[in-house]
Structures are given as structure tokens and as C-alpha cells.
């Protein structure tokens, strides 16, 4: 099944052609409120090319089949489709093996197939986890839920005002007791990109594995797992531009050998009795019942679609209307950037002195300014900074000057209305 149909060509040398992504993007064409939409979160999930749309239809219309058990050729069509979104994934992370690609439902999923297949049978009573405190509850809670079924106990980097991750503080915490760490890659709130590398490498010193949740990053960095040398890598379809429901747990196959199922079901066995079940091999063995086969079709095309836009150009660009972002927010009396890290993806949480940010949630809509507000899932982080909530506007490869512009005008309207 191909997946190649029209999308923008980047200019040759010139600027990032904006408007011809956006024409890719046919949600973005339409009045919200009576304003156009500016739909800036991103974070939360980002819009789908029409070519990610028309692969879902076409699968289903063309191509629809169970994979993976039967002769007939239409599910040969479906797992070729299926297998081959499987390398792409391989490729897009830099994996060594496709053996190592496990789809999920998404990170979340990912997460715990880690905290309950790996983590679950390999910690006991005394280990420590470490995550931070700028982690998403996806990467809290499945190792909360591990501590307490096995004795662990969880430990916490703390960031600092900036949002950057105290590196001297995680070393202190690191000990023949830490049995794994788990560290978001990109925060969904403060936007740093944290320095994972070297954690990593901390890590491994320890004889600690490190699982990253990457759900922030792969929209907007290169991501080489084998370069990164992280054991467990995480990331959600949905948040770079492919359908909801699917996911990619990235796991090194040694580890992966030695673990044991996550779930039971079809797919994932060689051969079944009452008595004992021999096991699929890798990386069926962790994907149990039929699996959501349109939505990796779908990631297969998403992926597609961002490789030729490109990585490092959108990552570029993304970095300039942060950076624009960034100096039109801050220079709005009574607003606080929260979040400013060295190193930031293009995400901005901010509040307003006397404004609660669902208020301004809620007064941008009216305006056609799509953003979130909230705890962003973190509240641990909300904690830390002293705040119950924050407004978010995070930017996609689509995003305009123009709509951070419109952005800045409706939080004034906001302050009028308040103030
Ligand atoms: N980890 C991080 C860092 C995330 O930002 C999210 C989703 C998840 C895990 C969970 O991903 P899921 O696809 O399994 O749900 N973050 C957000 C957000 O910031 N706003 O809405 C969802």
C-alpha cells in the first residue's frame, strides 16, 4: 500500500515553507468563534496531514484485514503495511534490530509494559527507582504502582527555577540500590530538553537501566536510541502528527529476550496447551490480541511525512518561533514564563497575575486560540513551582508569527477582561 501522496517541497535554501505545510493540514482551515483557529496545543496532540488521513481511509477501504494469521491477500496487504510501519519506526529512532519496536497504545502503555513486564520481575524490596520531578504521571505512577507490589521505592531528581534538572543532585541519588531510572526526555510543561545523554551514562555506571519517555521529543528532535544508549525508549503516534491509539515501546533486545509477556492473548504465543505455553519470539511476544492495525499504518505515513519535511529544518524553525514566542509573552506585564531552561523544545507554560489559566483558557477560545490549562498531568511539577495550574501554548512545524502574534492580543484581551 503506498502512502506517498502530495505534500509541500521545502523551499530550496530559502525560508521553512509554512504555508505550504499548512496547506497539508486541513483542520488548521477553519473559524473557531468567528476567528481562525490558532491552535497551538500541540503538546497535547498535534494535527494529522491529509496524507496520515487519506492512509487511514485508504487502509480501511482498500486494504482492511486481521495481520499475521491468515493466507488470503488481503491480510498479506495488511501486514506488509503493518511490518513495514515496523521499520520505519526501526529507522525513524535509529534502533538496531526491528525486533526491538513494540507497538502500544502509546507512551503510556509503553511505560508500563516496562514497569510491569521488566521492573516488576526484576526489582525487590530495598531497589530504587529514580525519575524527576518534571515527569508527565505516565512516567510516576506505573513505577509507583511497581514500588508497591514489590518493595521499591521511588526517588525524585529535583529541578531547579529554571526547570533544569539538578545533575548534581541525581548523582547523589544513584547507588548499587538503583535499579532503573526514568526521565522524560522533553518536559511537556517547562519545554526542557534534558541532558539524557550524560544521564544515561550515569546511569549505566551504576548498572542502572534508563527508560525515556520521549512523547515530547520525537515531534521535534532527532532521536538515535543507539546513540543515546537508553535501554527502554517511549513515544505516542499522536503527538507526531499520526492517529491516537498507537504507540512505539522501543526496548534493547537482550533485555526484551529475558522479560516476560505484559499481557496474554492471541499473537503473542508459539504454541498453547493447558498445561504450557511456549512463548511468540520478539516483538510478539508483547503484542497480545489484534492490535490497533490502521493506527500504525497511519504512524507509518506520519513518519513519512515528517522525515521529508524534515527534522532539523522543523526543529529549526520551531526554535525561532519559540524564541519569538518567548520575547513577545514575557514582555506582557504580569505574565511569568514558567520554564527557561538552556535547552527548550517549543513549549511555553506561563501565568498571569490575577488570572486563572482555565479563565484564560477559556477567553483565548473565544478568540480562536486553541491552548491547554491545567497541571499538564504533572503535578508533582505544579507543586514545585508553586502554582496549581498553568496555561500552555506549544508549537507544532505549522505554527506562524502571525498566530503567536494573535496569540499575544488575545491574552491582552484576557488581562483587559480581568484586570
Ligand atoms: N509523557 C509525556 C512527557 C507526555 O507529554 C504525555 C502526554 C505522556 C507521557 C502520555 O502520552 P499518551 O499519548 O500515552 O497519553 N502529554 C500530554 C500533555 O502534555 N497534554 O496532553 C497530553
Not at 480501511?60 to 519506526?89: C, F, G, M, P, W
Not at 505516542?236 to 504507540?247: A, E, N, Q
Not at 499481557?263 to 508459539?270: D, L, R, V
Not at 519569538?324 to 511555553?348: C, D
Amino acid at each position: 500500500m503506498s502512502t506517498g501522496t502530495r505534500m509541500s517541497q521545502p523551499t530550496s535554501g530559502g525560508a521553512f515553507p509554512v504555508q505550504r505545510i499548512r496547506d497539508d493540514f486541513p483542520v488548521l482551515n477553519q473559524r473557531v468563534n468567528g476567528q481562525p483557529l490558532v491552535y497551538l496545543d500541540n503538546a497535547s496532540t498535534a494535527q494529522k496531514p491529509r496524507v496520515v488521513i487519506d492512509t487511514l481511509s485508504r487502509y480501511y477501504a482498500e486494504d482492511n484485514a486481521n495481520i499475521h494469521r491468515a493466507i488470503h491477500t488481503l491480510a498479506e496487504r495488511a501486514t506488509q503495511a503493518y511490518e513495514r510501519t515496523r521499520s520505519k519506526v526501526r529507522e525513524f529512532i535509529n534502533a538496531a534490530d526491528s525486533r526491538e519496536i513494540i507497538f502500544v497504545r502509546g507512551t503510556t502503555e509503553g511505560i508500563n509494559l516496562a514497569a510491569q513486564s521488566y521492573a516488576r520481575s526484576v526489582l525487590t524490596e530495598g531497589d530504587e527507582i529514580i525519575v524527576s520531578a518534571m515527569e508527565h504521571h505516565s512516567n510516576i505512577v506505573p513505577w509507583q504502582l511497581v514500588c508497591q507490589q514489590v518493595g521499591a521505592r521511588l526517588r525524585v531528581i529535583p529541578v531547579d527555577d529554571d526547570g533544569e534538572l539538578l545533575v548534581d543532585e541525581y548523582r547523589r541519588l544513584l547507588s548499587e540500590r538503583t535499579k532503573l531510572v526514568a526521565l522524560a526526555h522533553v518536559s511537556n510543561v517547562l519545554g526542557t530538553i534534558n541532558p539524557v545523554k550524560q544521564m544515561i551514562e550515569m546511569a549505566h555506571s551504576h548498572g542502572a537501566p534508563v527508560l525515556l519517555d520521549g512523547a515530547q521529543a520525537v515531534p521535534h528532535l532527532r532521536v538515535d536510541v543507539r546513540d543515546l544508549d537508553c535501554d527502554f525508549y517511549a513515544f505516542s503516534s499522536h503527538k507526531l502528527y499520526g492517529p491516537t491509539g498507537v504507540g512505539a515501546l522501543y526496548g534493547k533486545a537482550d533485555l526484551l529476550e529475558e522479560m516476560p509477556p505484559y499481557q496474554g492473548g492471541g499473537e503473542m504465543i508459539a504454541s498453547v496447551t493447558f498445561e504450557k505455553t511456549q512463548y511468540n519470539v520478539l516483538p510478539y511476544k508483547f503484542e497480545a490480541g489484534t492490535p490497533n492495525i490502521a493506527g500504525v499504518v497511519g504512524l507509518g505515513a506520519a513518519i513519512d511525512y515528517v522525515q521529508q519535511v524534515g527534522l532539523s529544518a522543523a526543529g529549526g524553525y520551531e526554535h525561532e518561533l519559540l524564541d519569538y514566542a518567548t520575547g513577545v509573552l514575557a514582555a506582557i506585564p504580569g505574565l511569568q514564563i514558567i520554564g527557561t531552561a538552556r535547552e527548550k523544545a517549543s513549549v511555553i507554560s506561563f501565568v498571569i497575575d490575577g488570572i486563572h489559566a482555565h479563565d484564560l483558557g477559556t477567553i483565548l477560545d473565544q478568540h480562536g486560540v486553541a491552548i491547554r490549562a491545567g497541571h499538564h498531568c504533572a503535578m508533582p511539577l505544579m507543586q514545585r513551582f508553586g502554582v496549581p495550574a498553568t496555561a500552555r501554548a506549544s508549537f507544532a512545524f505549522y505554527n506562524t508569527r502571525e498566530e503567536v502574534d494573535a496569540l499575544a492580543r488575545a491574552v491582552d484581551a484576557a488581562i483587559e477582561v480581568f484586570g
